[in-house]
């Protein structure tokens, strides 16, 4: 089971934060898979003065990550508050993220699937492929055979969906198969073309606990001009 922060959480640490910065953006996972976002619009009303602009990244773990990253980039860059909105409004348009499921026990156990798609998986022996939608929603984009060797069929699962001579950000997340995720890694060096950056990260825990060890999650992100 997982549990968001609490608005006193969120908003104790905007308090802080204001201390430091003259504005804050606050880019969450999506309101539609969490209360997190719910918790921080909370803090925000409560503050006295309010210089917090709460975003949803429509994204999860990874693919929020390169988000974050670019907004990080722009903040850099010298941009304005304004400007970094946007930029993270378009970043989030073109990138996407996918989550291979090596066992949906865990799905199960936490409530995000039901049993009878664990027993119809396990039968037919597939993984299941996991992205965002538009609206921040989670949906099966696709499905690879077998539990072994994930890295490499979502290698293959990229090169399908994906125009491998186009610059790329890649972000890999691994739960606790570091070998799985340098082979995702490799395959997507020697696939990917034309890579601006590729990084390979531990899934954190809010994430982990829904898949379960030995899945692998994308994030892959068109080039953003700043």
Do not use: W
């Not at 039968?123 to 077998?146: D, F, M, Q, S, Y």
């Not at 491998?164 to 606790?176: A, D, E, L, Q």
């Not at 825990?205 to 953003?224: C, F, K, M, N």
Request: glycine share 10%; aromatic share 4%.
């Amino acid at each position: 089971k997982t549990s968001q922060p609490t608005p006193g959480d969120f908003r104790r640490q905007y308090q802080f934060l204001n201390t430091h910065y003259e504005s804050i953006i606050s880019v969450h996972i999506p309101n539609s898979v969490s209360g997190t976002m719910q918790s921080a619009q909370t803090a925000v009303k409560r503050l006295s003065s309010s210089n917090v602009t709460v975003m949803d990244s429509l994204n999860i773990s990874v693919g929020q990550g390169l988000i974050v990253t670019h907004a990080a980039r722009m903040v850099k860059a010298g941009k304005t508050h304004d400007e970094i909105i946007e930029g993270v409004n378009h970043a989030r348009d073109i990138t996407k993220v996918y989550c291979c499921v090596k066992d949906l026990s865990y799905s199960v156990r936490g409530g995000r699937v039901p049993n009878s798609l664990k027993v119809i998986a396990d039968l037919l022996h597939i993984r299941p492929i996991l992205t965002t939608t538009k609206n921040g929603n989670l949906e099966k984009a696709g499905a690879v055979l077998g539990k072994n060797n994930l890295g490499e069929k979502m290698v293959k699962y990229m090169n399908k969906n994906h125009d491998n001579t186009k610059p790329y950000r890649i972000s890999v997340g691994h739960c606790n198969c570091p070998e799985e995720g340098e082979a995702l890694i490799d395959g997507l060096k020697n696939t990917f073309t034309n890579l601006i950056s590729i990084e390979l990260l531990e899934v954190g825990g809010a994430l982990g606990v829904h898949t379960g060890p030995g899945s692998l999650v994308v994030g892959i992100q068109d080039e953003i001009l700043i």
